[in-house]
């Protein structure tokens, strides 16, 4: 019977060394070799899941198709595996405390004592060794923090122990680690990789494999060194350098032989990795005809992180469409009418974003008037939508002070509201809302039918009528006022099976408008554009007027 083999990566120094992108592009190398791979990440915050985190703190919340508000690193491994995830990839401290304390309340230890060890670490383990109930070749299993850090403990120790669980022949450990280049010493140091190696062994996790993040890759003779002092062989000695983009990264670790020395040490089938898309796909972002420029006017702008998925289904469209994408961050809070002009001005098209709260809202509305006017190509996607139905509700259909409920409970004309019932996909039955006490309440969340109407900018996209995208959000259009926004001529082209939920708007006198009341970003991955991006970017670049003499010009440069 097949055994599933797990690999459990570390990070040690400091953090945001690229886990996940390691993880990530692991996996992508092991899939090419015909395995199936499927990655989970244990994040040590005691937050329940990133729900209701700071987007400034914490990056993106990546929602997957059974509604589960997950780790924006989920989205890396979505994106290189082509996989759906769910809810088992990932946990945290505070998930795994939750059932730990439901267990004890519910009397499943009879009346002992609950203590981290074994309880804790068992409920860990629990949740890891839960991949391999659907006889995956390969489960890869990212510890989040940094190796020293109070946190992660309970998680490490948790690895350590299934290592003696499971034998050395199913489990495998790589530790990245920060291997600093000194310019004025004209070197590489090893002395960080040393102490972060002697604090993971002092917890009873040797390594493996090393991993080394570096701007330039380390040498033979440094490899040499980290092997000697690191005690490990002088061929699981890797670098992890910086790339142009991220989708290299598994180009570099196959040059490097990383996914060989993986499979030798876990024993896998010898299999050569076929990387055919993948060098099309690198061969596509660093060649092509001309560039357009997007905005992305939102209200997280000061961390990049907050529209990861974003970024990457723009330039995702960017490559089915042979252009390159740059992408302008406006804070919303900028946008004013004296300023709307000039902050938007040279931009190929503008996409508004998601996002919770007042803050920010009228400079996104502004944003939208501004694109519906100039017939600049515009994407709105959940609020992006709200804020495109409030636009034209004010200033198309003639509806004065309109607004969301959201935002302003005693508007005259609440075109976007809270349902107070609706029907729940995953639960397949009616869901009543609680409008006194809506923040932190029910929201749609995951994947969710739309039915698609025939002769618009989303059939054309997506060639079909009936699709499933993913949704984060808990207001809606409003019903009452969908005839005269239709009458005005604001087009509904996207709605749930049963009519009663608006999911695609759109403008017909209009190059490219459409707003989205789901998030097409969770869907797209490289080599599989979303059709909206696609076609989002096609305009874009059909206004900026790349084209194939733009190309020729710049090839000659």
Not at 516 to 540: G, K, T
């Amino acid at each position: 019977m097949r055994q599933t083999k797990f690999i459990f990566i570390t990070g040690g120094v400091l953090s945001s060394l690229g886990k996940g992108m390691a993880a990530a592009s692991i996996g992508a190398l092991l899939k090419a070799r015909g395995l199936s791979v499927t990655i989970q990440k244990l994040d040590p915050y005691i937050n329940v899941d990133p729900g209701t985190m700071n987007p400034t703190q914490h990056g993106e919340v990546f929602v997957t198709d059974d509604g589960a508000e997950t780790d924006l690193d989920l989205g890396h491994y979505e994106r290189y595996l082509g996989t759906p995830l769910s809810q088992r990839n990932n946990y945290t401290t505070g998930s795994i405390y939750h059932s730990v304390i439901t267990k004890e309340r519910r009397g499943d230890y009879l009346g002992g004592t609950v203590q981290v060890i074994p309880h804790i670490t068992d409920e860990i383990k629990l949740a890891i060794c839960s991949l391999a109930e659907n006889k995956t070749d390969v489960a890869i299993i990212e510890i989040g923090g940094t190796v020293g850090d109070i946190e992660s403990q309970p998680f490490l120790e948790a690895i350590r122990q299934l290592r003696g669980d499971l034998g050395r022949d199913r489990c495998l450990f790589i530790h990245l680690t920060l291997v600093p280049y000194l310019v004025k010493a004209g070197e590489h140091k090893t002395k960080p990789t040393q102490h972060s190696v002697k604090e993971l062994r002092s917890i009873g996790i040797h390594p493996d494999i090393i991993l080394c993040r570096c701007e330039t890759p380390v040498t033979q003779d440094l490899k040499r060194k980290i092997a000697l002092f690191c005690d490990v062989d002088e061929d699981a000695v890797f670098s992890s350098v910086d790339v142009e983009h991220v989708y290299m990264l598994p180009l570099e670790f196959y040059d490097e032989g990383l996914d060989q020395k993986v499979a030798i040490m876990l024993r896998l089938p010898a299999r050569n990795a076929d990387l055919t898309h993948w060098k099309r796909l690198v061969h596509d972002l660093t060649n092509h005809e001309g560039s357009v420029t997007i905005g992305i006017v939102g209200k997280y702008v000061e961390l990049k992180e907050a529209y990861k998925s974003l970024h990457e289904a723009l330039v995702h469209g960017g490559v089915a469409n042979r252009v390159q994408v740059n992408l302008k961050y406006v804070n919303s809070e900028d946008v004013a009418p004296e300023t709307v002009s000039d902050i938007l001005s040279g931009l190929d098209g503008i996409l508004v974003p998601g996002g919770f709260g007042e803050r920010g809202v009228e400079g996104k509305i502004l944003t939208v008037r501004h694109a519906r006017e100039k017939k600049i190509p515009f994407f709105g996607i959940c609020l992006g939508l709200q804020c495109a139905v409030i636009e034209f509700a004010r200033n198309v259909a003639g509806l004065e002070g309109a607004n969301s409920e959201e935002f302003a409970p005693e508007a005259a004309h609440k075109v976007i509201y809270l349902m107070t019932e609706w029907f729940d996909h995953h639960k397949n039955e009616k869901v009543t809302r609680n409008k006194d006490s809506n923040k932190g309440g029910t929201m749609r969340l995951g994947a969710y039918p739309c039915s698609i109407r025939e002769k618009s900018l989303a059939f054309q996209a997506y060639g079909k009528k009936m699709v499933s995208e993913r949704h984060r959000h808990r207001y809606e259009v409003n019903n009452q006022y969908r005839e005269q926004l239709a009458q005005a001529g604001l087009t509904f082209s996207g709605l749930s099976p049963d009519g009663e939920l608006v999911e695609i708007i759109e403008l017909a006198d209009h190059p490219w408008f459409l707003g989205c009341q789901f998030h097409p970003e969770f869907r797209s991955n490289p080599m599989n554009p979303h059709p909206l991006f696609r076609d989002f970017i096609a305009v874009a670049k059909k206004r900026r007027g790349v084209g194939a003499s733009e190309g020729k010009e710049k090839s000659k440069g």
